[in-house]
C-alpha cells in the first residue's frame, strides 16, 4: 500500500519554517542528523504501536502536520495497522497570546501543551474526527507535542496551531524588540537603527518613531516596516534626535518601545526665513524691522539693486532692527532679510518688502504728564526718550499742549499757547523733561489735558496720558457742621461732620467768650489746637481744666487759601464749660524760695516738672520731694525725688507714671539739712492725648 501523501524520511533533508508578515512557510534545508530539526520545524518520531513505546522506529522532520497514509504503512518498517506517530516542537511564542489548536484524523489525536493534555480525540473510528480549541498561551518558551494512532483501516491526520488575531480577542501587546541600535554617518547625515526579529507568530511589523530632544514622541510614527533596520535623514541641525522602535501585532496591538537611541547630528541648517518685514521712511533714513528667528545669532540685510535686479548686502546685524541711512528718503527701496546661526549657516531670505521712503510714521507719544492747578497758573510736566526726540526737535518736531473742558480730552481740544515753557535732558536716564504753564484758563472750570508730539513731516503722535483738574476758585468752603466740643482732663476735644466742599486743605479752630449781648468775643486762635492724624474731622485743643466756659469755632480752608470770615454770621459756634479739677493749693501763687509754673507741647511724650530755687537757703537744701495730686483721692500722692546741687537754681523730674489725655499737678519742697520742708512749689503738666 502508497502513502497519499509522502513525507520527509530520516535520510530526506530537514524542513526548516521561516516567517514572512506572520505566516509559516516551509523551506527546505541541508541534510544533518535525523534527529535535529530546529524549531518551529517539529521532530517527527513512528512507532509500531500505539503506545508510544520502546525505539522509535523512525524519527525525522516535519514542517507541517497534514498527512493522510490511506491503508498503508506510514513509513518502511512499521505495520499498516496499529502504530503510532508523535510530533514535537519547542518554540518562543514572544508575548504569547490568544490561539486556536486545530486537530482531525482518522483515528486517535492528542494534543499537549507544556504536558498538559488540551485536545483528546482517542478511540478507534471510521470517520474524521476533529476538535478546534481556543486558549491563550503565555509569553516565552512552550512544547507543543501531538500523538496519533491508527488502530485499523485508513489512517489520516491533521493539526495546526495559529493566532487569533481578531482585535476584540487579542488584547496582548508584542514584547519590546531586542537588540536595538543605532548609527550615524555624517557624510551622509543617515542614522541606521537595527533590531532583533520578534517571536511573536501574528507580528504585523515594526514601527519607528523619532523625536527632538526635550521633546516627546509623537502618535504617529516616523515609519512602518516589515524588516528589522530602517534609515532614517535627521535634519542636520546640531540637535540630538532620539529614535525608538516598538512592534505591532495584526490586531493592532503596539509594544513599548526600545530604549531611547540617540543620535547628534552635525549643524548644516540655517535658521527660517524671517518674517514681518517692515520698512518706511524716518527722519534718519529707511527704518526696518521684523519678527526674531529662533537660533539665529544675527541678521542680514539686503537691499534690491534697481539696476541689476540683484540684492547687495546692507549691513549685518544682531537686532531685529535696522535704519538705513539714505541720502534721498523718498526713493522707492526694496530689501530682504535672513538669519544665520552661530555655526554660520544662513537661512532663507524673508518676502521682500519695498516703501517709497516717505515719512509717514508719527513719533511715540509723550509720557508722564503731570498737571498741577496753582493759584493764577496751571502747570504741566512731562517727558519724551532723549532719542530720537532730541533729533526730532532739531528738525522741526514741536510738542503741542492739549485741552478740554470736562473730565474727557475732546474731539477738538484747545490747543494751549504756553506762558512759560522750559525743556532739559536728564542724560543718565536719557530722557527729556518739558515744562509749560497754562494761564489761559477759566476759574473754577474743570479742564482734561494731554500733549502730543509732531515731527518735522508733520506725523502727530497719539495723546500722552491725560490729567484731569479743577482750576482756582474764588469761593470759601461751605461753613462746617455737626460741630461739637467734649471737655476732658487736658482740655477740648473738638469734632465736626465732613464737609460738602472736596477741595478742604486744612482746618482753623478758634475760642471765644459770649458776651452780655448775646454776640461772640473772639479771643483769637488758640496756640495748642492739634491732631495727630488719625482723625482729620476731629482737633485737641490743649488747656487748663479750670472751669471756664468758652464758645469754639472751627473754620475750613481750601487749597486755594478761600476761607470764610469769623465774623460772617454762618460760622458755626459751641459752648464748652472745662472741667475743674484744679487741686485746692493755689496753683501759680507760689511764695518761694521754690518757684515752679506749668505748661505743655503738642506731644503725647512725657514732659518734665520744672521749678526753681533762689535765696541763700538753696545752698542748704539737700533735697527736692515730689508728689502728684490725685483726683480720687483729693491728695497729693509721693511719686519720686530730685537730688539738690550746690549753685543750681533750675530743677525737673520726669515723672514715668505721667497719665496720658490729664493734667498732671505738683507738689516740689525743699528738703533743708535739719529736716525742714521749704513752702511748696505747685508746677504742672499736660500731656495730651491727641485725636
Not at 513509513?75 to 495497522?81: C, F, I
Not at 544682531?318 to 539714505?326: D, I
Not at 493759584?375 to 532723549?386: F, I, K, N
Not at 513731516?457 to 490729567?467: D, F, K, M, R
Amino acid at each position: 500500500m502508497n502513502p497519499a501523501r509522502s513525507t520527509t524520511t530520516a535520510a530526506a533533508a530537514a524542513v526548516v519554517l521561516a516567517t514572512a508578515g506572520g505566516l509559516l512557510t516551509a523551506t527546505a534545508a541541508p541534510a544533518s542528523a535525523a534527529t535535529t530539526c530546529t524549531s518551529p520545524v517539529f521532530t517527527r518520531q513512528f512507532f509500531a504501536n500505539t503506545t508510544f513505546s520502546g525505539t522509535p522506529k523512525k524519527t525525522d522532520c516535519d514542517s507541517v502536520i497534514d498527512q493522510n497514509w490511506g491503508t498503508g504503512a506510514p513509513a518502511s518498517g512499521l505495520p499498516s495497522n496499529y502504530f503510532g506517530v508523535r510530533w514535537s516542537v519547542t518554540r518562543d511564542f514572544g508575548s504569547g497570546g490568544p490561539f486556536a489548536l486545530s486537530a482531525s484524523g482518522l483515528d486517535g489525536i492528542r494534543v499537549y501543551l507544556d504536558g498538559t493534555r488540551k485536545i483528546d480525540l482517542w478511540k478507534n473510528t471510521s470517520t474524521t474526527v476533529s476538535k478546534t480549541v481556543n486558549l491563550t498561551i503565555p509569553s516565552g518558551k512552550h512544547t507543543l507535542r501531538i500523538d496519533y494512532a491508527n488502530w485499523t483501516g485508513s489512517a489520516k491526520v491533521k493539526f495546526a496551531y495559529t493566532p487569533r488575531t481578531s482585535a476584540t480577542v487579542d488584547k496582548v501587546k508584542p514584547l519590546a524588540p531586542t537588540g536595538a541600535s543605532v548609527s550615524y554617518d555624517t557624510a551622509t547625515g543617515k542614522a541606521t537603527i537595527r533590531w532583533a526579529k520578534n517571536k511573536e507568530m501574528d507580528l504585523a511589523g515594526y514601527r519607528v518613531y523619532r523625536r527632538l530632544k526635550g521633546q516627546s514622541f509623537g502618535s504617529a510614527p516616523l515609519a512602518t516596516t516589515t524588516s528589522t533596520s530602517y534609515s532614517d535623514t535627521p535634519p542636520a541641525t546640531g540637535q540630538t534626535y532620539y529614535y525608538e522602535v516598538r512592534a505591532h501585532d495584526r490586531a493592532g496591538n503596539e509594544s513599548t518601545g526600545t530604549a531611547d537611541l540617540a543620535v547628534v547630528t552635525p549643524d548644516r541648517t540655517g535658521p527660517a526665513a524671517p518674517t514681518g518685514l517692515t520698512a518706511h521712511g524716518d527722519l534718519h533714513g529707511m527704518v526696518l524691522g521684523w519678527n526674531p528667528v529662533a537660533d539665529a545669532a544675527g541678521y542680514e540685510l539686503y537691499e534690491k539693486d534697481s539696476a541689476t535686479g540683484g540684492y547687495t548686502l546692507v549691513e549685518k546685524v544682531t537686532g531685529t532692527s535696522y535704519v538705513h541711512g539714505v541720502g534721498d528718503r523718498e526713493t522707492p527701496r526694496t530689501y530682504v532679510v535672513r538669519a544665520y546661526d552661530t555655526a554660520g549657516n544662513a537661512g532663507a531670505y524673508s518676502a521682500s518688502v519695498t516703501s517709497d521712503g516717505v515719512d509717514r510714521t508719527a513719533p511715540a507719544a509723550p509720557q508722564n504728564l503731570v498737571v498741577k492747578a496753582e493759584s493764577g497758573v496751571t502747570r504741566l510736566w512731562w517727558s519724551a526718550p532723549q532719542n530720537p526726540t532730541q533729533d526730532e526737535l532739531a528738525n522741526g518736531a514741536r510738542f503741542s499742549v492739549l485741552r478740554s473742558e470736562g473730565t474727557a480730552l475732546g474731539a477738538d481740544p484747545v490747543r494751549v499757547t504756553c506762558a512759560e515753557e522750559d525743556r532739559s535732558i536728564n542724560t543718565s536716564l536719557e530722557t527729556y523733561s518739558l515744562y509749560c504753564t497754562d494761564e489761559s484758563f477759566e476759574l473754577d472750570t474743570t479742564y482734561t489735558y494731554g500733549v502730543t508730539l509732531t515731527d518735522g513731516a508733520g506725523n502727530e503722535s497719539a495723546v500722552s496720558n491725560t490729567v484731569t483738574v479743577t482750576t482756582e476758585d474764588t469761593h470759601p468752603p461751605l461753613p462746617l457742621t455737626g460741630l461739637t466740643a467734649t471737655p476732658r482732663a487736658d482740655g477740648t476735644v473738638l469734632r465736626w461732620d465732613p464737609p460738602a466742599d472736596d477741595d478742604i486743605a486744612s482746618y482753623r479752630a478758634f475760642r471765644g467768650v459770649r458776651q452780655s449781648d448775646g454776640s461772640v468775643k473772639w479771643l483769637g486762635e488758640p496756640a495748642r489746637c492739634a491732631d495727630k492724624g488719625d482723625d482729620p474731622l476731629a482737633m485737641m485743643c490743649i488747656d487748663i481744666p479750670d472751669g471756664e466756659t468758652y464758645v469754639y469755632t472751627v473754620i475750613a480752608t481750601d487749597v486755594w487759601g478761600n476761607t470764610l470770615s469769623l465774623l460772617d454770621p454762618s460760622v458755626p459756634t459751641v459752648t464748652a464749660t472745662e472741667l475743674d479739677i484744679v487741686p485746692g493749693e493755689p496753683i501759680g501763687k507760689d511764695t518761694g524760695p521754690v518757684t515752679a509754673g506749668g505748661g505743655w507741647t503738642v506731644s503725647e511724650q512725657l514732659n518734665p516738672a520744672r521749678w526753681s530755687c533762689n535765696g541763700d537757703v538753696c545752698d542748704t537744701i539737700t533735697e527736692y520731694r515730689v508728689s502728684r495730686w490725685n483726683t480720687a483721692t483729693q491728695a497729693y500722692e509721693p511719686v519720686g525725688t530730685a537730688a539738690a546741687v550746690a549753685g543750681t537754681k533750675e530743677y525737673s523730674f520726669t515723672d514715668q507714671t505721667q497719665p496720658l489725655g490729664s493734667v498732671s499737678y505738683y507738689r516740689v519742697v525743699g528738703v533743708l539739712a535739719d529736716g525742714t520742708e521749704t513752702a511748696a512749689a505747685h508746677p504742672w503738666v499736660i500731656r495730651p492725648d491727641l485725636v
